[in-house]
T-cell receptor, first 110, second 115 residues
């Protein structure tokens, strides 16, 4: 059983559209991280959310941590081709061990 | 500050062979973690080294091993390669003490193909 379930698995949209991807679990977490991985590269940390209900914004990206700290969402406004990549959520699974969801592969077409 | 570097970037091996991958962490980072990424299983934790000691290990067979040197550089070794070992192997480094854990920074990975 996967600790973190991400949906959708694949998403292909046109430039300028909005989208939301989800990261869900039945477990409670003290914090949750979102990464973006571009082809041929390693994941890059976008944000860490810590408080239940917390909303963080990074330019056109809005991250929300669920009130119960079991789930999180990432909303992208007016997507651009540069947003293309694999979006991963992750939680700490014990000292230095990150546990990742399987990711949402986003393609933004010009 | 230079990022995490991994060598080689691409590697092709045949079943039964062994392979060694190298990771140089960000200067000043003493913790190095290794992950395996496959389309089916996603990113999975292999092990973590801190101050030349393995501190944490994932659920992988003993064919997967690693070590860390005094300059914090790390290597991982996979012996008796199987087709299923084909994956992107990622290394991540972080500044870590016994009571504090910082963000992990990932390298670009080594793409291993086993034929």
């Amino acid at each position: 059983t996967q600790l973190l379930e991400q949906s959708p698995q694949f998403l292909s949209i046109q430039e300028g559209e909005n989208l939301t991807v989800y990261c869900n679990s039945s477990s409670v977490f003290s914090s949750l991280q979102w990464y973006r991985q571009e082809p041929g590269e390693g994941p890059v940390l976008l944000v860490t959310v810590v408080t239940g209900g917390e909303v963080k914004k990074l330019k056109r990206l809005t991250f929300q941590f669920g009130d119960a700290r079991k789930d999180s969402s990432l909303h992208i406004t007016a997507a651009q081709p540069g947003d293309t990549g694999l979006y991963l959520c992750a939680v700490q699974g014990g000292s230095e061990k990150l546990v990742f969801g399987k990711g949402t592969k986003l393609t933004v077409n010009p | 500050k230079a990022g995490v570097t991994q060598t080689p970037r691409y590697l092709i091996k045949t079943r039964g062979q062994q392979v060694t991958l190298s990771c140089s962490p960000i200067s000043g980072h003493r913790s190095v973690s290794w992950y395996q990424q496959t389309p089916g299983q996603g990113l999975q934790f292999l092990f973590e080294y801190f101050s030349e000691t393995q501190r944490n290990k994932g659920n992988f067979p003993g064919r997967f091993s690693g070590r860390q040197f005094s300059n914090s550089r790390s290597e991982m070794n996979v012996s008796t390669l199987e087709l299923g070992d084909s994956a992107l192997y990622l290394c991540a480094s972080s500044f870590r003490t016994s009571t504090y854990t910082d963000t992990q920074y990932f390298g670009p990975g080594t793409r291993l193909t086993v034929l």
